[in-house]
C-alpha cells in the first residue's frame, strides 16, 4: 500500500494517500463464477475510488472499481429488523450463518435467509416470452406472441403469490414481469385479482411498453382496469438520445415510448421511466430526467447501470456505478441537481439503492433538499423502497420548511419527481454481503424467496427453474 505523507506546516489540505480496506466479503470469480473471499478497497488520493479485490484458486487475482467516487460508496452498519444476526449485516464477511451464501456455505443454503429480510419488493414473471428480441436482456427472454405465447398457468401465479403472503404477511409491491408480461393471455384477470387482494399494497408492471403504445383494445381495457393509487406502469425507457439506441434494443424505440407514454397520460397512469444506463448514453441523463419532468403522470425514473446477467451482447470492460450515475447526472443539471439529493436506501445494504427526490412547484423545479435534510430520513426508511413526499414529514428531521410548502402550493404526487439509482450485480461486482441484506426478490418457480441478483446471476447455484 502507498505510504502516507505527512502535511506539513504550510501544506495544502489534508487528504490520504493510503489505501484504506473497508472489509472483507465473498465475491465470485469473473470466469468460473465460483465464490472466493474478496476485499473492498478505498484508493488513497485526491479522488479516491473503490474497489472490489478478490482472488480465484483457478483464475487469479481480479479487481473491478465499484465506486469511481468514494464519497458513494456506504458501509451498511445494519437493521435488527432488516437481518437474522443480532442487528449486524447478515454477513458473509463475517462468517456466514446459516442461510446465507458465504464462505462456509453450501450453495442451497441460500433462500432462507430471503424469508427473513423485508421484503420491499416481490418480483414474479408472469410470461416466459417477448415481443422483442433486444440484444440485451437480464430475463434472456426468447420472442413469442400469439400462441407461441409461454405463460405461467394464473392459478400456479395466484398460489404462488398467495404463499408468500401466507409467509410473511402483506406485499408492499408486486412486481409483474417476464418476459413482457403484457402478452400473458390472463393478464386482466390476473390484474384484477392483485387489485382486490387486501394484502398487496401496489402494483408495479415491468413493460417495454409496445403493447400499450400499438394494440388499441388493449390499451383502453388497461385504461379501465388499473387503479390509481395502487398500479404504477415501470417503462423501459433507453433515454431521448439516438446513441445507445441500437446497442439495447436491437432497434430505435422512442417513437414507441413515446406513443406510450402520450396514452399513458390520457389515461392518467403513473409511470416510472426504467434507464438502462451504457456509456453511451450516460451524457443524456439530465435529458431523460427532463423529458420526463414533462409528463404529469410520470413520477419519476430509475437508473439501471448495465450488468452482465442473462443475454448481453459483449462483456462490460468499462463499468459504470451509483458513482457514475450521480456525478454525470448533478453536472449536466445546470444546477438543479446537488449531490445533496442523494441518500442510500437503508432497507437493504445502502449500495443497493439509492435515492433524490425533485420538485415542480410553480413551473420551476426545486431539490427536495432545500427544504429537508435528506441524511434525516434513513431510521425512518428502514423498510421502505416506495414512499410519498408526505411520509417525509413524519421522520423526525426538521420539516417545518417543507410542511409550509405543501401547504401553500398544495402539492400531491404530481408535483413530485423521483430519482432511483439501483445497480444490479454480476459475478465481476459480486459482494454476497449485498445479497445477504437484500430487500428486492424474486418469487421463484417452486415459490421460494430469492435475492433478483442471485436469481438472474446465471451461477450453477443461482436460478432455478
Known amino acids: 500500500m502507498n505510504a502516507s505523507i505527512q502535511p506539513g506546516k504550510n501544506s495544502l489540505p489534508t487528504f490520504k ?24 478497497w478505498r484508493s488513497g488520493g485526491i479522488q479516491p475510488k473503490v474497489f472490489l479485490k478478490r482472488i480465484c484458486p483457478e483464475h487469479g487475482e481480479a479487481s473491478v472499481c465499484i465506486a469511481s467516487d468514494a464519497r458513494f460508496y456506504w458501509l451498511s452498519k445494519g437493521k435488527s429488523e432488516n437481518g437474522c444476526c443480532s442487528g449486524q449485516a447478515c454477513c458473509a464477511s463475517d462468517g456466514s450463518p446459516a442461510g446465507t451464501l458465504g464462505r462456509n456455505a ?21 410470461v416466459n416470452s417477448c415481443n422483442l428480441s433486444c440484444p440485451t436482456c437480464y430475463a434472456d427472454s426468447p420472442v413469442g406472441v400469439g400462441q407461441k405465447v409461454d405463460a405461467v398457468p394464473l392459478d400456479d401465479l395466484k398460489r ?106 390520457e389515461m392518467n397512469l403513473p409511470v416510472t421511466l426504467a434507464m438502462t444506463v451504457t ?35 459483449n462483456s462490460q470492460s468499462n463499468r459504470l456505478n451509483t458513482a457514475d450515475i ?64 408526505e411520509d417525509l414529514m413524519k421522520c423526525g428531521c426538521e420539516s417545518e420548511p417543507l410542511g409550509e410548502l405543501l401547504k401553500k402550493f398544495e402539492l400531491d404526487e404530481t408535483h413530485t419527481f423521483r430519482l432511483f439509482v439501483k445497480p444490479f450485480m454480476d459475478a465481476a461486482t459480486w459482494d454476497e454481503d449485498r445479497i445477504d441484506r437484500c430487500c428486492t426478490h424474486v418469487i421463484r418457480p417452486d415459490g421460494k424467496l430469492d435475492s433478483f441478483c442471485r436469481y438472474y446471476s446465471g451461477f450453477a447455484d443461482g436460478k432455478v427453474k
Not at 453450501?106 to 408472469?126: F, N, Q
Not at 453511451?280 to 437508473?303: M, Q, T
Not at 427544504?371 to 423502497?385: A, G, M, P, Y
Open 279 to 313: 456509456p453511451e448514453n450516460l451524457p443524456f441523463l439530465w435529458d431523460a430526467i427532463d423529458f420526463g419532468l414533462k409528463f404529469p403522470n410520470v413520477r419519476g425514473i430509475s437508473f439501471q447501470p448495465i450488468f452482465g446477467s442473462g443475454r448481453i451482447p
Open 326 to 389: 450521480i456525478l454525470a447526472a448533478v453536472a449536466q443539471s445546470s444546477g438543479k441537481l446537488r449531490f445533496e439529493d442523494f441518500t442510500p436506501l437503508p432497507c437493504g445494504d445502502p449500495n443497493c439503492a439509492t435515492i433524490g427526490y425533485l420538485l415542480k412547484i410553480d413551473g420551476q423545479i426545486r431539490s427536495v433538499s432545500d427544504f429537508i435534510d435528506f441524511t434525516q430520513v434513513q431510521d425512518f426508511l428502514s423498510t421502505k423502497v416506495r414512499y410519498k413526499l
Open 106 to 126: 453450501e450453495p442451497g443454503d441460500a433462500l432462507g435467509v430471503m424469508e427473513k429480510l423485508s421484503t420491499c419488493l416481490a418480483l414474479i414473471e408472469i
Open 17 to 40: 494517500l493510503v489505501d484504506e480496506l473497508l472489509k472483507r466479503t465473498t465475491s465470485r470469480c469473473p470466469i468460473c463464477h465460483a465464490p472466493c473471499p474478496a476485499e473492498v
Open 160 to 265: 404462488r403469490i398467495q404463499g408468500v403472503v401466507d409467509r410473511k404477511g402483506v406485499i408492499e409491491i408486486l412486481q409483474l414481469s417476464g418476459g413482457e408480461p403484457t402478452l400473458h393471455p390472463q393478464f386482466f384477470e390476473l390484474l384484477r385479482w392483485l387489485q382486490d387482494h387486501p394484502k398487496i399494497d401496489y402494483v408495479l408492471l415491468n413493460t417495454n411498453g409496445v403493447r400499450i403504445a400499438h394494440d388499441d383494445a388493449f390499451a383502453r381495457e388497461l385504461g379501465a382496469a388499473f387503479r390509481y393509487g395502487a398500479f404504477q406502469l415501470y417503462l423501459q425507457f433507453d433515454g431521448t438520445q439516438e446513441a445507445g439506441q441500437q446497442f439495447l434494443r436491437g432497434a430505435d424505440l422512442r417513437a414507441t415510448r413515446e406513443r406510450c407514454l402520450e396514452r399513458c397520460r
